[in-house]
Structure formats: C-alpha cells, structure tokens
Nanobody, 124 residues
Framework: VQLQASGGGLVQAGGFLRLSCAASGRIFNSYIMGWFRQAPGTEREFVAAIRWSGSTTYLDSVKGRFTISRDNAKNTVYLQMNSLEPEDTAVYYC???????????????????WGQGTLVTVSS
C-alpha cells in the first residue's frame, strides 16, 4: 500500500484547508485510515481516524472543526479542516492500518503504512 498526501499550505487563522490522501491497493476499503500531525520539536499526535464502517474518532481539540471522510471508490481519505488555529501548524501524515487498529485508532504504531506528510501552516 502506498499513500500520497496532499493539500497542505499556508492559511490565515480562521481559514480552512482540505487534505487528501490517495491510497493504492485493493485493501483500502477494509483498512482504518488516520491522520496524524507533528509540529517542530513535538511528538507525532493523533488527529482523526475513520474505520471501514465510517465511524470516526477525533482528537478533542479538533472536534467540531475537522471532519475526516473517505471515498472508497477513489481510494481516498480527506481531512476537512475549518476554523484553523496557529496551534494546528504541523506536518500532517495519513496512515493506514488493518481493521484491528480500529480498537486503538490514536496509537500510531498500530498503523502499517504512512504517507510522506504535507505541511500545514496557520498564521495568526
């Protein structure tokens, strides 16, 4: 499985971005897909995940602002980010894991595949 993340950029606080992650491989539909982020000097942090069933999990600080979705026909997962804050500045990574990872979606080591990351910068 290969993951290609895109959609990052520079945006002002209060603005929005939509990240995309295109996946190769027929296993996409059954996998849990997640987004993580890493700001300079910090640990990688879970942001959101979506299971094959469509159920989602979010980091508390992004609830109500970010929405994760998936289009299985296009093998693509999205992260719609609204009301962006400077604290959201980070490199965002998409990840794919087997369905078992859905029991602990915020645990990065449960994911098997990672994209290359896309930089999101939110200016104040």
């Amino acid at each position: 499985v290969q993951l290609q993340a895109s959609g990052g950029g520079l945006v002002q606080a209060g603005g929005f971005l939509r990240l995309s992650c295109a996946a190769s491989g027929r296993i996409f539909n059954s996998y849990i897909m997640g987004w993580f982020r890493q700001a300079p000097g910090t640990e990688r942090e879970f942001v959101a995940a979506i299971r094959w069933s469509g159920s989602t999990t979010y980091l508390d600080s992004v609830k109500g602002r970010f929405t994760i979705s998936r289009d299985n026909a296009k093998n693509t997962v999205y992260l719609q980010m609204n009301s962006l804050e400077p604290e959201d500045t980070a490199v965002y990574y998409c990840a794919a894991g087997s369905p078992a990872a859905g029991s602990a979606p915020s645990t990065s080591h449960r994911y098997d595949y990672w994209g290359q990351g896309t930089l999101v910068t939110v200016s104040s």
